[in-house]
T-cell receptor
Framework: EAQVTQNPRYLITVTGKKLTVTCSQN?????MSWYRQDPGLGLRQIYY???????DKGDVPEGYKVSRKEKRNFPLILESPSPNQTSLYFC??????????????FGPGTRLTVL | AQTVTQSQPEMSVQEAETVTLSCTYD???????LFWYKQPPSRQMILVIR??????QNATENRFSVNFQKAAKSFSLKISDSQLGDAAMYFC???????????FGTGTRLTIIP
């Protein structure tokens, strides 16, 4: 089944404890992206990647890192999480790059709480 | 930078009735895409409908249709014959033709009254 998977789905952690949220897609998509969703703010892009070893900042990159060593994986790293990073995180992927259009596929979301 | 505005944080509609969710956006570009996403309690993001800016005809998907007013930069979603399964958060989103990033509105929570 074609899908985007994220792990873990739920995570409660403490301030300063490094964590990684994994994202994997089995559709050979070139484009991958991370969003965070907060009440009253909608979804905002954190980082994106156009291909292997090519990543760039989105609108809210502070406090996050990403890597794209393989086409299928795009982990989100919080080196020193803080309570303001408590949020719902979505990974998304798309098969092609602009200007061509293809639907973005979203993962199921990861609910992160930082105490 | 593009912005997307959803001015209705919450809406409710009687089952089987019609409801319209509003969305406005701001852009200086002429070529772009607009979307409505549905987020049910499962939190999954589900694409409901898409509109290409170069198309004058409004998109329709079964009970879902849009009213796209390019000059006014307005993109409303009409849900006909509302069903209990339509209860969800609905997000309007914008995508430039030159990048993959989606810019989302703040969402409208739709409640269906049985």
């Amino acid at each position: 089944e074609a899908q985007v998977t994220q792990n873990p789905r739920y995570l409660i952690t403490v301030t300063g404890k490094k964590l990684t949220v994994t994202c994997s897609q089995n559709m050979n998509h070139e484009y991958m992206s991370w969003y965070r969703q907060d009440p009253g703010l909608g979804l905002r892009q954190i980082y994106y990647s156009m291909n292997v070893e090519v990543t760039d900042k989105g609108d809210v990159p502070e406090g996050y890192k990403v890597s794209r060593k393989e086409k299928r994986n795009f982990p989100l790293i919080l080196e020193s999480p803080s309570p303001n990073q408590t949020s719902l995180y979505f990974c998304a992927s798309s098969p092609t790059l602009p200007p061509h259009y293809n639907e973005q596929f979203f993962g199921p979301g990861t609910r992160l709480t930082v105490l | 930078a593009q912005t997307v505005t959803q001015s209705q944080p919450e809406m409710s509609v009687q089952e089987a009735e019609t409801v319209t969710l509003s969305c406005t956006y701001d852009t200086s570009e002429s070529d772009y895409y607009l979307f409505w996403y549905k987020q049910p309690p499962s939190r999954q993001m589900i694409l409901v409908i898409r509109q290409e800016a170069y198309k004058q005809q409004n998109a329709t998907e079964n009970r879902f249709s849009v009213n796209f007013q390019k000059a006014a930069k307005s993109f409303s979603l009409k849900i006909s014959d509302s069903q209990l399964g339509d209860a969800a958060m609905y997000f309007c989103a914008y995508r430039s033709a030159t990048e993959e990033k989606l810019t989302f509105g703040t969402g409208t929570r739709l409640t269906i009254i049985p």
